[in-house]
């Protein structure tokens, strides 16, 4: 029973490379999510879908894209890193039923972005 | 916009001790879900306690226990018999019925002193 699982761990990045922060849930959810963690500032959302096709803006989506490829899988895209997307990055899954609107989450990518 | 105040960036608590951890939050919406999050040095996000607005009654979970006031707009988290294991960050959320964004508060440090 793995939840979500988010590849990968760590990475170092060029200003200006482009890299996909991949994400995968096996429960079922339909609502996922992609927030950066800050020191201070909490988590921030950067984009979710709420279900599989859709997508929208969260508090911080400049120089971010986003694909649901399906139910299970919601990537995230750097096309030119900056030093300011230097952060933790969380992806999240959710559903009202199943999971009674509580967010379960992946380990976590640390990205620097030099 | 509905935003989630955290006034305590840092707490510190002896074991065996009782420490309360303060959020407070704008809405203005009547139907809605609040949580706690914690977040140890591991970096993984867990639940800690989820309450929904509509119930009155306070949501306990073992030893954490929440004062949830509605009308106040507070929803704090109180942590009984603190653990050297309860040493985490701790994040308060909200997130309205009828829509899929959350939003998280900047977090509380808690430290445990043996």
């Known amino acids: 029973n793995a939840g979500v699982t988010q590849t990968p761990k760590f990475q170092v990045l060029k200003t200006g490379q482009s890299m996909t922060l991949q994400c995968a849930q096996d429960?079922?959810?339909?609502?996922m999510y992609w927030y950066r963690q800050d020191p201070g500032m909490g988590l921030r959302l950067i984009y979710y879908?709420?279900?599989?096709?859709?997508?929208d803006k969260g508090e911080v989506p400049n120089g971010y894209n986003v694909s649901r490829l399906n139910k299970r899988e919601f990537s995230l895209r750097l096309e030119s890193a900056a030093p300011s997307q230097t952060s933790v990055y969380f992806c999240?899954?959710?559903?009202?039923?199943?999971?009674?609107?509580?967010?379960?989450f992946g380990a976590g990518t640390r990205l620097s972005v030099l | 916009a509905q935003t989630v105040t955290q006034s305590q960036p840092e707490m510190s608590v002896q074991e065996a001790e009782t420490v309360t951890l303060s959020c407070t939050y704008d809405t203005s919406e009547s139907d809605y879900y609040l949580f706690w999050y914690k977040q140890p040095p591991s970096r993984q996000m867990i639940l800690v306690i989820r309450?929904?607005?509509?119930?009155?009654q306070n949501a306990t979970e073992n030893r954490f226990s929440v004062n949830f006031q509605k009308a106040a707009k507070s929803f704090s988290l109180k942590i009984s018999d603190s653990q050297l294991g309860d040493a985490a960050m701790y994040f308060c959320a909200y997130k309205e019925t009828s829509y899929d964004k959350v939003i998280f508060g900047p977090g509380t440090s808690l430290s445990v002193i043996p």
């Open positions: 879908s709420a279900s599989e096709g859709t997508t």
């Open positions: 309450q929904e607005a509509y119930k009155q």
């Open positions: 429960m079922n959810h339909n609502s």
């Open positions: 999240a899954s959710s559903e009202p039923v199943i999971a009674k609107n509580i967010q379960y």
